[in-house]
């Protein structure tokens, strides 16, 4: 009987006048009436307190939700930012751009910044100026902090200094205690001190023998370069490495040449311009992409690498060798060591001919961890004529000569028959980065930590200005 009296009332309004029907229906829905038949004739006129009523009571993100929200932009074009803003975290990127650019054609320039934000995540920088630059005519009006600190984030990925001075003044003027401000000055981006003045400024641990001066590219990632050092110092190869402040370079000046699935290559003649200014012996690099390495006494890494990345390389600025496969054409697997030349890894013939006991003491001398193998630990195993180099799997528990994957892929040293061998048989973070640097590899960096340290850094600048000839 309700129901009837109900409906008999809807339609008597509908009856007297079309004009106090939308106006009925949206007092209805706005008090989100359940009524089928209000719900279905609302639809039919499109009335916007319907759409409302479906944005209210449909999970946000569903069918309805969308069809609704679409719906009411044509009357108020703030719900484009907000389906912007909806498709962004559902990294549905494309739609995201569509729809802010929908919302800067219709004038709402909140969404300038969010689109603009946008492109500066996906690192299309261009298209992030050219969204923020009709703001800068008002800029004093609109008092954006955050406009002048993205404009000026990408002038230092661009390399764009005078510009990135340009910025660091207007942004100054609006908040002269803002972060950034401090963040240009702390990196020493438009550095004017002397080197004297810098150099004096680093305080050296009596331990450090790697002192490493860090640079990277761009705000961004010199934070991480931060991070990484604060997080390697609880790793055992801290202790004898220090590292003064982190500070910028643009990356254009690197000069950088590989792809970003390649290991980082750069001109390392660029240096000779800073030499006077770096206190320290190596030189470490952060750049965007590409595959960790240590040259000589110039560590590179990706903003993607983690600290154990980090202590992995660092592990090879003290001399300690890859035990996974090297490059094929690497020069250490081409040849029998004459000598030493890493804490973990030796170089040498797989087979030898004669007095074991004689072999034996020959070989010794070529291991950087003879002292730690035990005299009835064997290496040499009796092959038909000949002794064969190795530690037996029986004795996988001690130190002694087991065959590393190191010159694996070398076709040089197999032809030579030849073999890296390594005092543990267990894999180490030499191997994968997560494992632990192992006890003995300490044992063997305290002994001597200066033994196989590798040139400085002005060995690259020489070697390059040569290349370069």
Known sequence: MKKWLYLMSLLLVMALSSFFLPHYLTFLLNNDTQNTYVLSYAKKLKIDAYFHYQRRNQPKGSSLWLQSTKALIKNNHIYTIELADYYKKQKKVNKAIFWYQQAIKHHLNGARLKLSSLYFKQNDYHAAKLVLQPLLDNLERLNSEEVLSLLLNIALIEGDLQRARRLVLDLEKLNPTH????????????????????????KRDKNCVASMQFFATNLADLRYSENLIEQVKSYPLSTYS?????????????????????????????????????DSRFIGVLVPKGGAKVHNGIMYLDRNDSVDVFSHELAHLFGFVDEYSLPENHIRCSRVQESSFSYNITVLPKNYVGVKLKIRQEILQQLAWRDAIKEDTPILTRKENKWELGTPKAYKDEVGLFLSDTCKSASLSNALNIQAFKPLAKRTSLNYFELEFPLLYQRLLISNPERFLMPSFHTNIEKSLDFNQ
């Not at 972060?179 to 680093?202: C, D, G, T």
């Open 179 to 202: 972060n950034l401000l401090a963040e240009i000055i702390k990196f020493k981006v438009f550095s004017s001190a002397k080197p004297e003045q810098l150099k004096s400024s680093y």
């Open 242 to 278: 220090c590292f003064n402040s982190v500070r910028y370079i643009p990356l254009e000046k690197l000069k950088c040449s590989h792809e970003n699935n390649e290991a980082i290559t750069c001109n390392e003649s660029i240096w000779k311009e800073y030499q006077d200014e770096i």
